[in-house]
């Protein structure tokens, strides 16, 4: 497919329920000197000239391997089966779009069916950067599960998507310039990026929470200093959300090096906190292999919301666990020696991939212990205080990466303290360095 110059937006929806507004909003966007490539996403196959890619076209897609190949009447199946069959070959589709530099922005329509298949194919057919905008009747509720980590823009319908009227004609004009001036922005850096590769800068990810803020700031300010103008540093808070970001930045090629000196996302996935990043965090740099310095920062605790909110087995009427009111929305609770544990088994299980191998030279891999504390709660005469606790965190890791490539370190130091920031910047330049 050639290289499409002119400013192309790709339009999602379901035709068989919304195909007048989606002609609509085709024919505004065309207004403004823009393609428009309209795919179709029904339940039911619907047949209009001004349909690009059809369902047929999306069904033909699937590879003759997959059982449904056999499928050719999407309406037979139920709502679920539906979703499920039709959305891995329009991404399928759409990545290929992306690919051949075809389209510049995705706009979407729907409610709550075709956000789902929408905000899907924007998540998972196209990098975080590329224009991708959705208008819904969903999107004034939580919309975490339409947008994940992604930069999926929402508009809310505010009338339901059942018929045009001036209401819904004024949003939907409204969405027809934010994707238009979005697509000519991408298309303008686009133009850019062949020198941007010239000049290619070091782009380091760093994990930081509230209580690892003074350690991540000393370490941004020694990476400044050692690289220059030469690194790009993107700083990602630990609140699930950060960590599942940083991950899909990682695993589309767009972070060269990580400083992971906030692990706190694992604490709150093993013990069941409310700011989980998933079981797979740490393992996108791990599969890449990517020069990489892993501390335990936050590990110490685990995050709820008000007070009244934490679950009674981790209340003061419950357990008897040590609470700490973080402020009226964050109350957390420092871990156990038991936890800890689990925690640094799962961390020592997703750091371990080529560099858990025999062969496993030029593993890029360290881990940094601060012995002085994970926090500033986990520090001398602090609330957090427990070298038990961090010990069993230790040396869990300790045992767990016995034997592989990975390198594990203990500094005395707490991690807010310059000289340990100082220490893993150090390290990590050197792993830059060696990869170069």
């Given amino acids: 497919m050639a290289h499409q110059s002119k400013r192309t937006i790709l339009l999602l929806g379901t035709c068989d329920t919304k195909l007048a507004e989606l002609l609509y909003t085709k024919s505004t966007l065309e207004s403004q ?17 001004e349909i690009s890619i059809t369902q047929q076209t999306i069904l033909h897609s699937i590879p003759d391997s997959d059982p449904n190949s056999k499928i050719t009447n999407l309406n037979s199946l139920t709502r679920e089966a539906y979703i499920k069959t039709i959305t891995a070959p329009a991404i399928r589709t759409v990545t290929d779009l992306f690919k051949e530099f075809f389209i510049h922005g995705i706009l979407g329509i729907g409610g709550s069916c075709g956000t789902a298949l929408s905000t899907s194919i924007m998540r998972d057919a196209v990098p975080i950067g590329f224009p991708k905008l959705m208008v819904s009747t969903m999107a004034s509720g939580d919309v975490a599960p339409y947008i994940g980590e992604t930069d999926i823009g929402m508009i809310y319908s505010i009338v339901d998507i059942a018929g045009r009227n001036r209401v819904l004609d004024m949003v939907l004009g409204n969405a027809v310039g934010a994707i238009t001036g979005m697509a000519r922005t991408y298309m303008e850096r686009q133009r850019f990026h062949s020198l941007e590769l010239e000049t290619k800068k070091t782009r380091i990810g760093i994990t930081m929470f509230g209580v690892t803020t003074p350690g991540v700031t000393a370490a941004k300010e020694h990476l400044t200093k050692v690289f220059g103008e030469k690194c790009e540093i993107f700083i990602f808070h630990a609140t699930g959300s950060g960590g599942r970001a940083m991950e899909r930045l990682i695993k589309e090629g767009q972070i060269d090096a990580v400083l992971d000196l906030t692990t706190t996302e694992i604490a709150d996935e093993v013990v069941g906190g409310v700011l989980s990043a998933g079981e797979n965090r740490l393992r996108a740099a791990t599969e890449r292999n990517l020069p990489r310095i892993v501390s335990v920062g936050a590990c110490d605790m685990v995050n709820f919301g008000p007070a009244e909110t934490v679950p009674p087995a981790f209340s003061d009427q419950g357990a008897k666990r040590l609470l700490y009111r973080h402020n009226p929305t964050v109350t957390i609770v420092r871990t156990t020696k038991e936890e800890c544990v689990e925690i640094g088994k799962l961390i020592a299980r997703n750091l371990i991939g080529n560099c858990g191998e025999n062969n496993g030279v030029g593993c890029r891999t360290k881990v940094v212990l601060p012995v002085g504390g994970i926090s500033l709660l986990d520090a001398l005469g602090q609330a957090f205080w427990d070298p038990e606790a961090d010990e069993a965190l230790f040396s869990t890791l300790e045992d767990g990466l016995a034997g592989t490539h990975i390198e594990i370190i203990r500094d005395q130091h707490n991690v807010n ?20």
């Avoid at 000197?33 to 000239?49: C, F, H, I, K, Y």
């Fill in 417 to 436: 303290d310059p000289e340990f920031a100082i220490r893993v910047v150090d390290m990590l330049c050197d792993l830059i360095k060696d990869c170069k």
């Fill in 33 to 49: 000197n823009t393609t428009v490539l309209l795919m179709d996403l029904g339940w039911t196959a619907t047949s209009n000239p």
